[in-house]
């Protein structure tokens, strides 16, 4: 389901309340591919709820270039929203999901690649809660950066 923020803090306070388990991640999410998939089908095992913060227009700008996103927000939370191991996306404006983990209060906060845990926003909001915090293997080769570059040289 796409949430707004005051969506969403009224839905992870009744689902803490229920004890169920969210797990939150993050990103542009701008081209669906393997790769994403798989990171989001394995951050769903972590628990009972997946919830994404999805970066705004604005923000994949600012974060990525002009010439990015490739698909509009809306389109990317739409896509996202279909895929079976989404529970709920909510779209965020800012550079980083800072301020919207503080709302939802992950029990388990995941980013895909080598991220250092430390080095993942929001870790030290959720550590400081008792909960976890995972950086989960990305598959090589499946980026959306290598996909746009794929086009370009086609």
Known sequence: MIVTRKEITGI????????????FTNGCFDIIHRGH??????????????????????????LKGVNRPINYEQDRAIVLD????????????????YELIKIVQPDILVKGGDWAVQDIVGSDIV???????????????????DIIEKIRNS
């Open 127 to 145: 550590l400081a809660l008792g909960g976890e915090v995972k950086s989960l293997h990305f598959i090589e080769g499946k980026s959306t950066t």
């Open 12 to 23: 992870t306070k009744n689902l803490h309340n229920a004890e169920r388990k969210i797990v």
């Open 82 to 97: 279909n895929l079976k191991s989404v529970d709920y996306v909510c779209i965020f404006d800012e550079d980083t999901p």
């Open 37 to 62: 998939i798989e990171y989001l089908n394995k951050a769903k095992k972590l628990g009972d709820i997946l919830i994404i913060g999805l970066n705004s227009d604005d923000s994949v700008r600012r």
